[in-house]
């Protein structure tokens, strides 16, 4: 079984995280508290923490454990509530590509069901070219897995070279 290391834990989706669910919404309630009543109140604040603050965990480990795993038989991709398996004999080996999502940026396209946020992408999205894509990017440096199945893969292993090198060798 070889996994692939992700650069999902990076600077970008963290920050954005704590950003969106911790920081924005404690301080516009403190705003609003303030503006409404004319004194600083810490308790409806600290109770929009308490809620927030599980979303943000959450979605800190759904970005600790997404990989890319090749084991005997499958690609497994992803971790957690986003994660897709797809056998060997489902991949299209001769189509196998390598894109750089700067630019390419038709290949990802609107996310359906997943986690958009800048500098990681997991999840279901729909491509500008109609067909359905499951991705877990971190880089503009990606892979492009064709399948038989109704959709493809993206991802974007540390080292792609590597990643396909591995593909081709199950191929055989």
């Known amino acids: 079984m070889n996994t692939f ?3 999902t834990f990076a600077f970008k989706p963290v920050s ?3 950003a969106l669910l911790l920081i924005v919404p404690f301080l ?6 303030y503006f409404s009543t004319g004194s600083i109140s810490w308790k409806l604040p600290l109770i929009v923490l308490t809620v927030t603050a599980p979303l943000a965990i959450l979605f800190s480990i759904q970005l600790a454990i997404a990989e890319i795993i ?3 038989r499958q690609l497994i991709v992803g971790g957690g509530v986003y994660k897709e398996a797809v056998d060997f004999s489902e991949i299209r080996f001769d ?3 390598k894109i750089d999502l700067s630019k390419n940026t038709q290949v990802l396209g609107v996310r359906i069901n997943g986690i958009g946020l800048p500098g ?3 999840g279901w999205f729909q491509s500008y070219s109609g067909r359905k894509v499951f991705a877990l990017v971190t880089n503009s440096d990606a ?4 399948t038989t199945r109704p959709y493809d893969i993206l991802v974007s292993p540390n080292d792609t070279d590597q990643f396909i090198s591995a593909l ?3 191929n055989r």
């Open 5 to 7: 290391p992700v650069d």
């Open 28 to 33: 516009s309630t403190m705003f609003v508290t």
């Open 143 to 146: 892979v492009f897995v064709p």
């Open 120 to 122: 990681f992408y997991l």
């Open 95 to 97: 189509a196998i590509i």
């Open 16 to 18: 954005i995280i704590i």
């Open 168 to 170: 081709n060798v199950k």
């Open 70 to 72: 090749i084991n005997d």
